[in-house]
Every structure is written in structure tokens, then in C-alpha cells.
């Protein structure tokens, strides 16, 4: 029996379906006594061609009020690039579900999906046009650019079409939901005013992890995209005592200077130092010695006692004074390393934290509100004032004169050679650690305090771990493994983005800052009743025009200039693919929770994530009962295959060679 018809029959089993599939005219395969799959592969896809629309039709819509319902939901690819080989791997293992449902007799419905906003888009674009900042895309006008934008999504529309085709992967494509649709931002701005209205977003200066490449802080689940390992410079400083430490402990000679030992791997950090944090009941050492003095002379130093060995192993060259606990170190002062913010109130002064530990570094912990979340935290606690001598591009600003202008990790050899030659720098060495990096643009990321939009996701913990006990996963591990630990320490969501590409945060503000009175528009409805104007499109070039008066003070309600990260778009296709609750109630009363969904391991923190929270807070409920997680492509030396490394493999390539089938077998094996 030719292929073609073996592979039929086999689909369709019941009698009478082969009848309907008989009557069909098949243009059959000559049996060859060597089995040329470029043939055969060739005249199965003619045939699926040519009436993949009535056997859709037929087996699938015709039936489907009566069928058992199996509902999927397709996670959606970004087609403003050509497809992958791994791409092919989640496609295999979505197809080969909903399809053996379908052969149980399930109605299986198989929409597409395409995953549209985001920076990918809006970087391409930028370079196309030549526009390097923001000003410039001002300039050009921001309703062109998005236009432009809306075309170049789908410059690769085919290229994925034609993959998903010749492979096999039975899906509609001709009906998909697509996130930049009107219909579909708007069920967004209705989840997003339900959060609003609930108390769920909030602006904050926090810090937050910070990408100078996309000019955009990132989001926690987009940070752990991105971990490399990488061998930096760490420093470990010695900040100079004032008096106040020998009054408090007369022992100490005057004449010998007292350092206190402080170790970062952020040199940059250091001009922004403002105070060095203890914890209480650890317990402190001081000694004397003249290690590593240049000029050998003999001084105090203060450590934590469990470091001693590794700071100073030399017994025969330390002299142990005194054992303190860090409570008496507290509000004791010290020089400052630089005399950028020595006037600055509070600072320059010991305080107490329970975060500081001793199992790396001094035990004296360099703080800097600016750049670390414990930091900002005991720092706005202690009331030291706040400063931040970075801008948007992660370069220094004039506070910080003698670097003005540059990038700061650059910064970080200048700054070491700054301080070892005004003999403040006590050791440096090379660590090798994990590093987050941009996902998207490969520079450093750095924490970094801003004002953005949060979503308060801590606050759901336990309903997404209760919600997570629900869900099957494959294999099982990731339940309580890597999914489990990452929604039990959920983060609070970094909304806003700083950029033109996305969903627009549909939230307006009032002008008065003393009034600063807040809205969510949850549709174009009520963005028409607010303003007059009804909408044909919910991009920042149509809304961001559309104001209205306050209704507190009577100035002017403006929309806040962010868009949303795009992983709020995709994981809002629960509900959004069917313009929910705008439309088709019903329908998704029905599908959800999804019975199904399938991506690869790299989703555990991106889609997976997102679905499950947005259900979580807007439903109370779980988005998929089942999810087969597939692993990632690597490459002959187990490097992930990935674009930027140059290894990856395209589907066409590999079809060629090796034919569908086999690559599907080996994908499903
Ligand atoms: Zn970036
Ligand atoms: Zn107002």
C-alpha cells in the first residue's frame, strides 16, 4: 500500500470516514523498490494542499457540537524570524497530542497564534530606519514607526507557514489569533483594568533589573533568560575609620590608622557608595597588621571573625585585639572612598541588616540604594539619602564627574586602578560567577533603581502553588522542581516598558502632580465615552493623543508613556484569542482550562509562567491541566543551539536530508 493512504488509514479508522477520504482523488505514489522520501514527502504535502480544507472540514467542524471536547492552546511564535530547528520540536510534540485526541474522537479546535509585540520588532526596525534613540523615533513621527512595526512582524510569516506545513503540523494558520489585533489588545486592556481596579498595579521607585541595550528594565522571568557564566573582577576596599572608633574602644592607638574591609563585584558601584551595612550578632575581629600595605605600615583592620583566615592566613603577621559584634560597630563613620556625595545626609556611617552573611566577601556589606534591592530597602529604612548618578543608558552622569558620560561596567578598570593608587584598594582577584545578561541584546544587565509598573504577584503565592498541585506536567519533576521553586518565590511583575513596540499600559494619569489622580481605560468603549474618540486602533500612536479632563481636579488625564511586556501579551491568549469578555463567553467558558499545551523547556519561566499567573489572579484557576515540556536542540558539542552562536540548524536543511518523518520520529522519541 502506497504511504500515502497507509498514513490515511491509519489516521482515519472508522469505516465511513475512509469512505469520505476514498472518494477523494489521490494521486498515488508508483511503488518504487527504494523508498525516496523526497517523493513521497512532495505528493503527501500536494495532497494535504489540496484538501486540507474539506477534510477539515468534514471530520472536524461538522461533528464538533456532538465530539468530546480536547481544547489545546498554541503557544505563539514571534514571526519576524525564520524558524529553527528546535522550533520544529514543540510543533512535533503539540501535533502528535492533538491529533491522537482527534483519532479518539475528540473535537481537537487547533487556532494558530502569532506573537507579535516586543523589542525584536521594534530593534529591527530601528536599525532599518537608522533611528538610534528615542528622539529620534519622535522625530520621525511614533504612528509611521509603528506602522512600519505592524508590516515587519511578519516578515518571516512564510517562512514559519511553509515549516509548519511541510512538517506536518496540523494547525489552522489561516484563522490565528494575532496579539497586535485591536480585538485582542483590548480583551488585554480589560485584564489589566481588572487588575488596576483590584489594587494590583502599582508604580514604584524599586530596583529592578535594567537592560542599557533595550534602554527597559526587564522582568524577573526575562532575567533568568539569561544567566552566563563569566570571570570578573572583585575588589575588596579598605574604607579608612573616623576618631569615633577609638573613643569607643581606647585600646586602639590613634597614631595607627583603622580600615574597614568591604568586597564588591560592582567597582562601579563604589562612587555611589553611601553607607557599609553589619548584621548584629555576628562577630567582628580586630587585628594589626601590616599585610598588604605598600609601605608596610602596621595598621588595624576590621573583618567578620569566619573570613579572618582568608583575608589574613599569615598567623605570624596579625595581631588579634579585640572581638566585637557588629551592634557596636553601628552608627560609627568612616571616609568616604570619593567626594561625590560626602555632604549627603546619613551616610558614610555603619549600619545594621540581617542580610549580611559570612559566607562570602568581609562581612561588611558596600551599600548603594541605587543598585541593589536589599540596599535600596535598608537604606530608605535607615533614612540615608537616595542617589543615583546613572542615566537611562547606563552611563555616569556629571555627579559623577571624573567618569561622566561612560557606560559604567566600563568604568570598572579605571575605578580600580583609581583606588589602588590612592592605596584604598586591599586585594583584587578574578571570580568566576553567574552573570544575568539581556536576552535580547547580550549586554550586562545592572540593577538599577527606577520608577516602573508592578504587578503584585507575591501576594498570590500560595493560590499559584495551590493552582500549580493541578497540573500535570512531563515529566513530573518540574511540578515541584523548577516550576514549583519559581512560582513559590514569585516576584512581583515588571510591567512597563519604556518603549513604543507593545500593548499600551491603558492606565492615565492626572497632569496635577498634587492631584496625580490614576485610571484604567478597560476598553475602546469607555476610551470613547472618557474622550470622544472611538479607536480603530489601540497603538501609542492613536491613544496618546486622546486625553480628558480629570474628574477630581479638572486638569488634563494623560495616558503614562509605557507599553507592557510582551509576555503579558502571550500569556494573555487564554482569553484574548477569542476577544473575551467582549465576545464569545461561551467559547471560553468551554476551552478553559486548557486541557493541553506544549512548549519547550525555555517556557518554564517565559509562557508557562505567565499563563499560570494571569489565570491564577483574574480567574482563580489553573490555564492547562496537562504539559509535556520538551527539551532544547543542542548542537554536536551540547551547546544550545541558538542564533546568535551561529549553530543552529533550519527545518528545509535537515527535511531535505533527512526527511519529515524521520526527523518527527526522532523528535517524539
Ligand atoms: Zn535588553
Ligand atoms: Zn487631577
Same mark, same amino acid.
Given at each position: ?44 504535502? @500536494? ?18 457540537d ?32 492533538c ?12 487556532k494558530g497564534?502569532?506573537?507579535?509585540? @516586543? ?21 520621525f513621527?511614533?504612528?509611521k ?6 508590516k515587519?512582524?511578519?516578515s ?22 494575532i496579539?497586535?489585533? !485591536? ?11 481588572q ?15 535594567y537592560?542599557?541595550g ?14 552566563q ?7 575588596t ?11 569607643k ?9 583603622l ?16 553607607a ?25 583592620y ?66 548603594a540604594?541605587?543598585?541593589?534591592e ?21 552611563k ?12 559604567v ?27 544575568p ?7 550586562p ?5 527606577m ?22 506536567w512531563y515529566?513530573e519533576?518540574f ?16 510591567l ?13 494619569v ?14 475602546? !468603549? ?11 486602533d489601540?497603538?501609542?500612536?492613536s ?8 474628574p477630581?481636579?479638572g ?7 509605557e ?10 491568549a487564554?482569553?484574548?484569542q ?20 506544549s ?8 509562557w508557562?509562567?505567565t499563563?499560570?499567573v ?12 496537562n ?6 536542540l ?36
Open positions: 500500500m502506497p504511504a500515502l493512504v497507509f498514513r490515511l488509514t491509519n489516521e482515519f479508522k472508522d469505516r465511513n470516514k475512509y469512505k469520505q477520504i476514498k472518494k477523494i482523488k489521490v494521486n498515488e505514489a508508483k511503488m518504487d523498490k527504494k523508498y525516496d522520501f523526497n517523493k513521497i514527502e512532495k505528493e503527501t504535502l @500536494g495532497f494535504w494542499r489540496k484538501n486540507k480544507k474539506q477534510i477539515y472540514d468534514s471530520f472536524q467542524e461538522n461533528n464538533k456532538k465530539k468530546p471536547l480536547f481544547s489545546w492552546l498554541e503557544g505563539p511564535p514571534t514571526a519576524n524570524a525564520p524558524p529553527g530547528l528546535h522550533h520544529v520540536e514543540a510543533r512535533v510534540s503539540k501535533d502528535l497530542v491529533r491522537y485526541n482527534f483519532m479518539r474522537g475528540f473535537a481537537v479546535p487547533r497564534g502569532w506573537d507579535c509585540h @516586543g523589542l525584536p520588532v521594534e530593534i529591527q526596525v530601528q536599525k532599518k530606519l537608522k533611528l538610534k534613540t528615542k528622539k529620534d523615533i519622535y522625530k513621527g511614533v504612528e514607526f509603528i506602522n512600519i512595526c505592524k515587519d512582524v511578519f518571516f510569516v512564510k517562512e514559519w507557514s511553509d515549516m509548519t506545513e511541510r512538517m506536518g503540523f496540523w494547525v489552522d494558520l489561516d484563522n490565528p489569533y496579539t497586535m489585533e !485591536k480585538n485582542y489588545m483590548e480583551s488585554e486592556w480589560w485584564a489589566l483594568k487588575l488596576f481596579d483590584k489594587g494590583l498595579i502599582y508604580k514604584d521607585y524599586k530596583v529592578v533589573p537592560s542599557v533595550c534602554e527597559s528594565p526587564l522582568s524577573s522571568h526575562e532575567v533568568a533568560l539569561g544567566y557564566d563569566i570571570i570578573e573582577d572583585t575588589v576596599i579598605r574604607f579608612e575609620a573616623k576618631e569615633d572608633i577609638y573613643k574602644f581606647p585600646e586602639l592607638e590613634k597614631g595607627k590608622k580600615y574597614y574591609l568591604v568586597w564588591t563585584t560592582t567597582p562601579w558601584t563604589l562612587p555611589s557608595n553611601l557599609i551595612a553589619v548584621k548584629d550578632d555576628i562577630n567582628y575581629i580586630i587585628i594589626e597588621t601590616d599585610f598588604s600595605d605598600k609601605k608596610k605600615e602596621k595598621a588595624y576590621i573583618i567578620a571573625k569566619d573570613l579572618l583566615e582568608r583575608y589574613f592566613p599569615d598567623k605570624n603577621n596579625r595581631k588579634i585585639i579585640k572581638t566585637i559584634k557588629g551592634k557596636e560597630l553601628e552608627n560609627l563613620g568612616y571616609k568616604p572612598l570619593f567626594n561625590y556625595f560626602k555632604d549627603k545626609a546619613n551616610s558614610f556611617r555603619f549600619i545594621l541588616a540581617d542580610f549580611v552573611t559570612t559566607e562570602e566577601g568581609t562581612g561588611l556589606v558596600h551599600q540604594p541605587a543598585f541593589g536589599d540596599d535600596f530597602n535598608i537604606c530608605r529604612e535607615k533614612e540615608i539619602d537616595f542617589v543615583n548618578p546613572v542615566d537611562l543608558e547606563g555616569f552622569t556629571k555627579e559623577v564627574i571624573d567618569y561622566n558620560g561612560r557606560f561596567k566600563d568604568c570598572d578598570e579605571d575605578i580600580i586602578k583609581r583606588l589602588d593608587k590612592e592605596e584604598k584598594l586591599f586585594v583584587t582577584y578574578k571570580v568566576k560567577h553567574t552573570y545578561f539581556c536576552w535580547r541584546t547580550g549586554c544587565l545592572i540593577y538599577y533603581a520608577n516602573a509598573w508592578f504587578i503584585s504577584v507575591s501576594k498570590f503565592r500560595d493560590k499559584l502553588v495551590k493552582n500549580n498541585n493541578k497540573i500535570n515529566p519533576s511540578k515541584q522542581g523548577r516550576f514549583g521553586n519559581w512560582i513559590s518565590e514569585a516576584k512581583d511583575w515588571a512597563s516598558r519604556n518603549k513604543f513596540w507593545g500593548t499600551p499600559l491603558n492606565i492615565w492626572c497632569n496635577n502632580e498634587k492631584c496625580n489622580h490614576m485610571e484604567a481605560i478597560g476598553s475602546i !468603549k469607555e476610551l470613547k465615552e472618557k474622550t470622544g474618540v472611538e479607536v480603530n489601540l497603538h501609542i500612536g491613544v496618546d493623543p486622546l486625553t480628558y479632563k480629570c477630581k481636579c486638569k488634563i488625564m494623560k495616558r503614562t508613556p507599553v507592557i511586556d510582551c509576555w503579558f501579551d502571550s500569556g494573555a487564554q482569553f484574548a477569542f476577544h473575551y469578555p467582549f465576545e464569545n463567553k461561551d467559547l471560553f467558558k468551554k476551552r478553559f482550562p486548557y486541557d493541553f499545551i512548549e519547550s523547556i525555555d517556557q518554564t519561566r517565559g508557562f509562567y499563563l499560570h494571569l489565570s491564577t489572579l483574574l480567574f482563580d484557576d489553573l490555564s492547562y491541566r504539559v509535556p515540556v520538551t527539551g532544547l543542542c548542537d554536536e558539542n551540547g551547546e544550545k543551539m541558538s542564533k546568535s552562536k551561529g549553530n543552529m540548524l533550519y527545518p528545509n536543511d535537515v527535511f531535505d536530508k533527512k526527511g519529515v518523518d524521520s526527523v518527527r520520529l526522532l523528535m517524539c522519541s
